[in-house]
């Protein structure tokens, strides 16, 4: 009986040349993505019901079928590298994952220059500063790979800058103003879905909300 050829799932699957420990830091480097999805927004979800995230992780997902949309219309391979990978049949312009980093962190950049986030900070440079020195380990990494070519990696940077920057648009000059809404809707109530962009620090006004509560409930003792 024939056996059919198997094939890996490549969401973790990444590789590197044994011994080489920047190989090594950098097959890390490129899982970065999944752990923004898995760790960061589905956690987001259960602890926060954030609107402003909830639309954040949205867009990312859209921008990843619209990589698939244009990577099957180009029909561009990945370099030669791509038989010791064994991803060969998979395409490879543009880069997911330097469209998907591009995205987030033009996206998040663009939250913080606004002032929408957890803090409240005059250095927006330092914070803004970490998520685009990712998006540039993560092109270097999957060159360095063997996964794509620099023209791929560049051409998924720019894909992501456009799209991040486009609905980041959406989302805050067009989505927000039905943000009251969906916090008073069914669905809303239900999962205790909160919109706090109009909020300039949220830890603090959470930290100074907690401590009241905490007094008023003591006050109440008998």
Known sequence: MATLPL??????????QRGDPLGHFLAWVSLVPVFISLGGFISHFFFRRELQGMFFALGLIISQFINE?????????????????????SLGWPSSHS???SFFAVYFTL??????????TTNKWVVNFWPWC???FTMYSRVYLGYHTVAQVFAGAILGVCLGALW?????????????AIEDSAFGRMFYVKDTSHI???????????????????????
């Open 7 to 16: 094939k890996a799932v490549m969401l973790t699957d990444v590789r590197y």
């Open 69 to 89: 949309f244009v990577k099957t219309s180009v029909q561009q391979a990945r370099p030669e590298t791509c038989a010791l990978l064994e991803t060969c049949d």
């Open 99 to 101: 469209q998907y980093m």
């Open 111 to 120: 939250l913080t220059c606004k002032g929408i986030g957890f803090w409240d």
């Open 134 to 136: 990712l998006v540039i």
């Open 168 to 180: 980041f648009w959406v989302v805050n000059s067009v989505l927000s103003a039905y943000f009251p």
């Open 200 to 222: 300039p620090n949220v830890l603090k006004f959470e930290y100074d909300n907690a401590r009241a509560a905490r007094k008023n409930m003591a006050s109440k003792e008998p």
